[in-house]
């Protein structure tokens, strides 16, 4: 932004968007953290699923004696 003469982000595209349509761009962040951590989510509900499946160290859940 200093490369460009500017000290912040007022008057840039992003920063009119928001000011002329704040419903749609609050619809839009809103939208972009949902799919970002619904996508975290399912790939750790994955991995869980996934590690919770081959819990029994033995075959047909033979215990080894002592």
Not at 41 to 49: A, D, H, I, L
Request: hydrophobic share 40%; no cysteine.
């Amino acid at each position: 932004m200093a490369l460009a003469g500017k000290d912040g982000y007022w008057e840039t595209e992003i920063w009119v968007f928001s000011i002329e349509n704040p419903n749609l761009f609050l619809f839009i962040v809103v939208a972009l953290f949902a799919t970002a951590g619904n996508l975290i989510q399912k790939k750790y509900f994955r991995q869980k699923e996934k590690s919770d499946r081959n819990t029994a160290p033995y075959k047909n859940n033979e215990i080894p004696s002592e």
